[in-house]
């Protein structure tokens, strides 16, 4: 039986292992070293799909992780890990994403800013109230 020293020690260990996953260029340095062609990492790779659920999602800084880690279980993704450009070309787009995805957000974010601000019924102003 594991200990709560133990569980809390596997599940920082996890929780690292699985936001390395996020870094393309890990995922290559696994694969030119034949981790992702060996049965029980493949295993251990299909056991941390549990870091999918919200109860421990939430402890994740780096969402790309799960994408990642999904893309694992498959064969194909897990060859393709060793060569380099695979590695980079990952990277380039995750890097566009981010790009996008911030300034999607800071124009959704002002929309609604000024959404907001024209749906306010206009304030009085102060002779109004005096009369």
């Not at 000024?114 to 109004?128: D, I, K, L, S, V």
Request: aromatic share 14%; net charge positive; with cysteine.
């Amino acid at each position: 039986m594991e200990t709560d020293e133990q569980a809390r020690h596997r599940f920082q260990a996890e929780l690292e292992f699985v936001q390395c996953l996020a870094n393309p260029y890990y995922l290559n340095f696994l694969a030119q070293r034949g981790f992702l062609k060996e049965r029980p990492f493949i295993n251990y790779l299909k056991y941390l799909l549990y870091w999918k659920e919200p109860e421990y999602s939430k402890f994740l800084k780096y969402p790309h992780c799960l994408h990642m880690l999904e893309l694992l279980q498959y064969e194909h993704f897990r060859k393709e890990q060793v060569n380099a450009q695979c590695a980079k070309f990952i990277d380039e787009q995750q890097l566009l994403h981010w790009q996008h995805y911030s300034r999607k957000r800071t124009r959704l974010q002002q929309a609604l800013a000024e959404q907001q601000q024209a749906q306010q019924p206009p304030q009085p102003h102060g002779n109004t109230a005096a009369k």
